[in-house]
């Protein structure tokens, strides 16, 4: 059975030693970079399916890193970072990382968000009928994860944003929780204060408003959650 291949870019020598060791022993094959020049050496040279980066690193910082990780459907982040800032906690999920954690934190609860993430990363394809979705002029396609405007103009979305508009539309004019939007993005339960499920919904309305005059697809129900209201073909 192939393991997941892990990358750890930090650049503080103990961390990065502890983290290699916690998820080598769990399994995983491992590779470490320092920075951002590495890192693309280490993506060059293998396989990777899961990149633990902080955001506080030499040169280009994990957030401008990231933008050019997340265009690989197939490739997770996780941020793990000193910064508790929530201004970096939403700039990191609006560039499409998967999930974040702040420093000092629990190895256990990165085990398991990096297992989750995996897991999702590694799901069987769903079938050509079933991957592709149309809905108010829009065409929604999982075997790319990209969205076509009624314009004709090809968007990608990130994994997280792709869960939660196939978890809305699948319910269509339903209410759907913030609970069960995070449980199907991320895999885990929702925090107290958590921005995930809020940012990712205003991503995709984003998308949505660019046309001028289209009707609202997504509504918020206070307190509860959220309900896709749109047309779906």
């Known amino acids: 059975m192939h393991k997941p291949h892990i990358l750890i870019v930090e650049d503080e020598d103990v961390t990065r030693f502890n983290l290699r060791n916690l998820f080598e022993a769990e399994g995983y094959n491992v590779s470490e970079a320092i920075d951002g020049a590495s890192m693309d050496q280490q ?57 974040y954690l702040t420093k000092p934190f629990n190895p256990r609860e990165l085990t398991i968000r990096a ?24 065409v929604l396609d999982g075997n790319s994860r990209k969205m076509t405007s009624p314009e004709g103009k090809e968007v990608s979305i990130p994994r997280g944003e792709y869960r939660a508009l196939r978890l809305l539309i699948a319910n269509t004019g339903q209410i759907v929780t913030r609970q069960q939007l995070i449980k199907e993005m991320t895999g885990r339960d929702l925090r107290s204060n ?15 408003e660019s046309i001028e005059g289209a009707p609202e697809l ?9 309900r896709f209201v749109g047309k779906v073909e």
């Open 115 to 138: 297992r989750n993430i995996l897991n999702r990363i590694n799901q069987p394809a769903q079938e050509n009928d079933d991957a592709v979705v149309r809905f108010n002029d829009w």
């Open 43 to 99: 993506l060059q040279s293998n396989a990777i399916n899961l990149v633990i980066m902080d955001i506080n690193l030499p040169g280009k910082n994990g957030l401008l890193l990231a933008r050019e990780l997340t265009k690989n459907k197939d490739l997770g982040l996780i941020f793990l970072t000193g910064r508790d800032s929530d201004i970096d906690k939403v700039l990191g999920l609006e560039i499409g990382a998967d999930d």
């Open 218 to 226: 997504i509504n918020t129900i206070h307190g509860e959650g959220y």
């Open 194 to 208: 958590d921005r995930t499920v809020d940012v990712t919904i205003r991503r995709l309305r984003k998308h949505f």
